[in-house]
Every structure is written in structure tokens, then in C-alpha cells.
């Protein structure tokens, strides 16, 4: 008894408002998106490890459109099944993660470098160059990002590598936008005009006083972005301008098993396409997690 | 308000150069369209001629030139591949576009808007949690994705509706469904905070202090209201749909515009790719700009705004 009174005035403790914080947010944190997110990231460093098969080559002794395993005629050699080249379905999806990581994370760190460093000159610098960056902006905000991607892939030609590139350059508008916004109120506050006056050199202001301030907003966008970048890249390698065969991305295996949707063989269309909105599904609610833990005048949005 | 409305006109003229120059250079910076439209074994005269038949010989401004002041009369270039102006292609091609961008925000609209409305007025109750789940669902599934599904479901194993083309309702069904989808989940997140804030604001608090039943306050004072912004969302989504299709409409077969520059691409046809992509920005920057207007005419403080 003696020892649970003791022990209550320790326990009621002011703890460490840092420490109190970390473990608020540990405990909101979204387990289902960390968990997906998680898992993914493993699978796809791990690809090489974890799928049975080579994902470019037939499975010796299976045969193709053979079905996953628990259906007749499956065989646990491949036990999601074969495509239309006798491929394992399943080391083709473990693959299929490391293409869909690379090209969201790194189409996303792009658009949003290149639309947060032409936001914060936009908005800092003013003047003509605000107008020019800005009409660039619009311009480009006007096309629907998937058409302009078409268009830039079709004329560039299909790689990985060439995707995170056109990706980059399709989805930087909507950083450049809204932080340009942001740089615009936070030029007339207090630290700024203060750190101008003691004589700092505008590439210090932006560096010291201006990125950090807008790297929330940035973080949160880039969030909500890396799902709509890897949708964007399934589209691309699902209408043939993305990632090219014999590469295992998922929108490429979803455009490989539509000539033989009539047959029925949903385990072709079905897993890959899961796949997607598994990946897409926790992006979002991590983003929106996120947007509510570092921005809090979104939180009723 | 007219020189509101002129600056917007600039503004929009300017826009519409930027892109139309944007899409001008990456044509021609990505490669020589002469060697796509001449035979692999063409001579060195051959490919002369074709590109003086093509106005490929010009200096890049004035082809652009060219280019441009054909694009304000209506024609977009020949066709490589059909050998036909592109605007006749294009506006062959755009009635059916419409007809599946009609279909799409009409299912946009009867799944956003209600659902949207009822978790705004059930605010934080499992109504409310039901429809976030099912918005994040929208912005999570690829539409294309759903739209193999679809197929899967109704024509292959229930065998209730055709899997391609144009024809009547049946063929629209599908589609639309897939296409709309995601707009859907868009548009009832608006309809949800657009209502929440209506009803936040002082006169429907008034209108609840008169007495009046729930049902009136919601229907008629908050309603009205709150739909404003989604309408108009809905208009700007609808000339989104039209442009914007391409997946939907190579997975059904639907002969819209989408399909048309899916197929400009893969037959390396790029006057129908230019004038497609064009055309698409053409027709959001003139949406852009009545929504613009309308907001100044409704709003008179927007007006001096910039």
C-alpha cells in the first residue's frame, strides 16, 4: 500500500512537455497506414529476398494463367498464380512495391523541391519574377495533370527514371501555389523585417528564416501527393507511356491482363489493383494524420 | 467590374500562351516529327519534302505563329495519321466525351452531395465516420482500377452489361461509374465543410432561435447556400471529366477525346497529340474564367481583389 501512495505523486509528475507530446502522437499515430507503409517498405528493400520466383522470368513447371493455389488447378509454386507468360503473380507484386515506392517518394520529393523553391522566390523575390514563376504556374495548373502526363511521357519516351522526372514537373504547380501564399504573409511578420534590417542577405533570410517556417505545409503536401503520384504512374504504365515490360510495376501488370478480362482470370486484374489502393489508402490516411498534427488550423477540414 | 473582367481576359490570354508555347516546345524539343511520319529507309530528299510539305521548314516562331493563329479560327493541323483536320476529328469525338462527362457528374453529384449533407448535419456520429471512410475510399481506388472490376463483376461473371463501346444507356453505366468516382468523394467533402460552415453562420443560428423545424433550416435557409461552391466545383469537374477521360475511356472503348489522343500517341500522330493537349487547356482556362466572372458578379469584394 505504502509504496502505491509513494509512488502516485511521482506518476502525477509534470512530465516533460516534449516527452507528454511524443507520446500523444505515438499514441494517435494512424497504426493501420504506419503498419501498410511499414510492411511495404520492407517488402520492397526486400524484394529480392522475400519473392520466390524471378519476377521477369516463367516459373519452371508451372504453367500460364494458372490460377492461385487454392483454386483448382492452382500449385503453390506460385500461389497468387502465373500471368500470361507463366510469371509468379506474387514475386511480380513484391517486385511491383519497390517500382511504386521509388517512383511516388522520389516523383514526390521533386515536384515538391522544385515547387517549394520557386514558391519561395516567387513569393520573397516579388516583382517579375512572382510574375513570371506565377503565369507558369497557372499555365501549367490548367492542363489535367494526367493528360500533361500522357503528353510528356508519350514525347519522352518510357523509363522509370524518366517518370519520377515527368511527374516531378507535372505535380510542382501545386507546391509552388500554396507556399508561395504562405511566403507572402510571412515576409511582412516581425523576424523577417528584423533579420532584413540587421543587414541579412536574402539568401540567408529565405535559408534561416523562411524554408523552415514553410516546411510544414510542404511536408503535408508532399504527404497527399505521393499517392496521387503513384496512381499517376499506374496510369502511365497501364496505357504503355510508364514504366516499360518486362519491369513488374502494377499498373503494367493491370494493362497485361486486359486482353484476358473476358476469360475471368480476376486474380490477373484483382491482386495488382489491391495493391494500388493498399499503397494509395494509407498515403492518405498518414497525410491525413499528419496534415491534423502539423497544421492546425486544417483540423476541422 | 470591367476592368475586373479585362484582367482576367489578359490574365487568361497570357495563360493560354504560356501553355500553348509549353506544349509547342516539348513536341518539337523531344524529337523530329519528320522522321515519324517518313519510312524508315526515306531518303534525305524525301524527308525534305515532307517537311516542307508539313511546314516543318520554318523557324520555330513562325511555326508557332502559324500554329496559334489557326488555333483562334478552329483548326488544329492534319492529322498524320488520318490525314484529316484534327478539329474535325476532335469535335467528332466530343459530343461523346460530354455524354459520359454528363453521365459521371451526374453519379458525382447523387452520391456526393446527399451523402455529403447528411454527414454535415450528423456531424461526429458513425453516419458522419461512414461517409469519410467512403471519401477516402474514393480518392484511394484508382478509377481505372475500378473500372476493370466493373467489368469483371457486371459483364463477366453476371453477364448484365456490355464491356465496350457506344451505344445506349447500358454503355454509359460503367464508365461513368468509373470515372466519377473519384469525384464523388471530392465533391462530398465539399458538400460536407461547404454545409458545416452554413451552418456555423449567424442567420441559420437566427433561423433555429425563430423555431423553425430542422428540416426547413437544412432544406431551405442552409441548402441553398452551401451548394454555391459545389455547383460550382461540379461545372469545373465537369470540363475535367470531358478532358481528362483517357484511362476510362481506352478501358471501355468509349470513342471520346481521351481515346482519340491515346490513340495520336501510339500512332506517333502529333498534330492530333498537340491539338488535343491544347484543347484541353483552351477549354479549363475558359472555365477558370466564367467561374472567375460569376464568383465577381455574385461577390463584388473579389472584384478588387489584385
Known sequence: ?301 | MLAFVARRVVYSLVTLFILSATIFLVVRLTGDPVLLLAEASASPEDLERIRRLWGLDRSWPVQYATFMQNAFRGELGLSFNYRLPVSELYFQRLPNSLTLGLAATLISLLVGVPAGIVSAVKVNTWWDSLAKGVALLGLSIPGFWLGLVLILVFSVYLRWLPTSGAGDWRHVIMPAVALGWYFAASMLRLTRSSMLEVLGSEYIKLARLKGLPDVVVIAMHAFKNALIPVFTLAGVNLVVMVNAAVIVEVIFAWPGIGRLLYEGIFQRDFPLVQGVVVMAGFMIVGINFVVDVLYAVIDPRIRLTR
Not at chain 1, 520492397?44 to 521477369?56: F, K, N, R
Request: aromatic share 8%; proline share 7%; net charge positive.
Open chain 1, 1 to 301: 500500500m505504502a509504496t502505491v501512495a509513494g509512488d502516485r505523486p511521482f506518476v502525477r509528475a509534470p512530465a516533460d512537455g516534449r516527452v507528454r507530446a511524443a507520446v500523444r502522437a505515438a499514441r494517435e499515430a494512424p497504426v493501420l497506414a504506419v503498419v501498410i507503409l511499414g510492411g511495404l517498405v520492407v517488402v520492397a528493400l526486400l524484394a529480392d529476398v522475400l519473392a520466390p520466383h524471378d519476377p521477369t522470368f516463367p516459373v519452371p513447371g508451372a504453367g500460364v494463367f494458372d490460377p492461385p493455389m487454392w483454386m483448382e488447378g492452382g500449385r503453390a509454386a506460385a500461389p497468387l498464380g502465373t500471368d500470361f507468360q507463366g510469371r509468379d503473380i506474387l514475386s511480380r507484386l513484391i517486385h511491383g512495391a519497390r517500382v511504386s515506392l521509388i517512383v511516388g517518394l522520389m516523383g514526390t520529393l521533386v515536384a515538391g523541391t522544385i515547387g517549394t523553391l520557386l514558391g519561395i522566390l516567387s513569393g520573397y523575390v516579388g516583382g517579375w519574377v512572382d510574375q513570371l514563376i506565377m503565369r507558369v504556374t497557372d499555365a501549367w495548373l490548367a492542363l489535367p495533370a494526367i493528360v500533361f502526363a500522357i503528353f510528356l511521357a508519350a514525347m519522352v519516351g518510357p523509363s522509370m527514371w524518366n517518370i519520377v522526372g515527368i511527374l516531378g514537373a507535372v505535380y510542382w504547380t501545386r507546391y509552388a501555389r500554396v507556399i508561395r501564399g504562405e511566403v507572402l504573409s510571412l515576409r511582412e511578420r516581425d523576424f523577417v523585417k528584423l533579420a532584413e534590417i540587421a543587414g541579412a542577405s536574402r539568401l540567408r533570410v529565405i535559408r534561416r528564416h523562411i524554408l523552415p517556417n514553410v516546411l510544414n505545409t510542404a511536408t503535408v503536401l508532399a504527404s497527399l501527393t505521393v499517392g496521387v503520384v503513384i496512381i499517376a504512374e499506374a496510369s502511365l504504365s497501364f496505357l504503355g507511356v510508364g514504366v516499360p515490360p518486362p519491369q513488374p510495376a502494377w499498373g503494367l501488370m493491370l494493362s497485361e491482363a486486359r486482353p484476358t478480362l473476358m476469360a475471368g482470370q480476376w486474380w490477373l486484374t484483382v491482386f495488382p489493383g489491391a495493391c494500388i489502393l493498399l499503397i494509395v489508402l494509407a498515403t492518405q490516411l498518414f497525410g491525413d494524420w499528419l496534415r491534423v498534427r502539423l497544421d492546425p488550423q486544417a483540423r476541422n477540414l
